[in-house]
């Protein structure tokens, strides 16, 4: 899988809205990206995943650049509960199907 | 529905012992990932199955861990003669993923194994 690269942190204030980006300058034609979030002590779950066009979910909203060499995950209105680590990985299709966990961004929210 | 379950959640054994960590992955997941994570790091694939096809092991740090999966379903990772650097939080993954349909697939995680090794 292609490499991704996001900031080690973030901070937002609750209730606002919060950008997350993550670069995949690398990424091949038909590597979909793919969000995961991990809470505190818990195991990652999966947010919300798409190949070219931008993606709405009950939890969060995924913009994809033009060139697909970037996106964004965007949380709306951040609350406390959205305090985590945040993963962007990319998933071949075709190849490998062991995704690559990176460092994440280290949400942090405040009241 | 039910999701990944793991057990033990706690494991504190001696430096020397052997450990076994189980993983109950969602009825009907034909895929099954092994990782473990270190204090403050990203998390480490050691092993993945997939169907009745020979596991992927190319994760596995050392010929002390080794996993095997049975009949399809429950999945145990072995440690054997721990050692301190095997202290981490082991998490099962599974999924339904198909061959040529893995791109799009999620991973559903279980709550993870925290592993300390005196």
């Known amino acids: 899988d292609a490499k991704t690269t996001q900031p080690n942190s973030m901070e937002s204030n609750e209730e606002e809205p919060v950008h997350l980006p993550c670069n995949h300058s690398?990424?091949?034609?038909?590597?979909?990206i793919h969000w995961y979030r991990q809470l505190p002590s818990q195991g990652p779950e999966y947010v919300i995943h798409?190949?070219?066009s931008n993606v709405n979910n009950r939890m969060a909203s995924l913009a994809i650049a033009e060139d697909r060499k970037s996106s964004t995950l965007i949380l709306h209105r951040a609350t406390l509960r959205d305090a985590a680590v945040y993963y962007c990985?990319?998933?071949?299709?075709?190849?490998?199907?062991?995704?690559?966990f990176g460092r994440g961004t280290s949400l942090i929210v405040h009241p | 529905g039910a999701g990944v379950s793991q057990s033990p959640s706690n494991k504190v054994t001696e430096k020397g012992k052997d450990v076994e960590l189980r993983c109950d992955p969602i009825?009907?997941?034909?895929?099954l990932y092994w990782y473990r994570q270190s204090l403050g790091q990203g998390l480490e694939f050691l092993i993945y199955?997939?169907?009745?096809?020979?596991?992927?092991k190319s994760g596995l740090p050392s010929d002390r861990f080794s996993a095997e999966r049975t009949g399809g379903s429950v999945s145990t990772l072995t440690i054997q003669r721990t050692q301190q650097e095997d202290s981490a939080v082991y998490l099962c993954?599974?999924?339904?993923?198909?061959?040529?349909?893995?791109?799009?697939?999620?991973?559903?995680f279980g709550p993870g194994t925290r592993l300390t090794v005196l």
């Open positions: 993954a599974s999924s339904s993923s198909r061959v040529g349909l893995a791109a799009g697939d999620t991973q559903y």
């Open positions: 199955f997939q169907g009745n096809s020979a596991p992927d």
């Open positions: 798409g190949l070219t």
């Open positions: 990985i990319l998933r071949a299709s075709g190849g490998s199907y062991i995704p690559t």
């Open positions: 009825s009907g997941h034909t895929a």
């Open positions: 690398t990424i091949s034609g038909t590597d979909y």
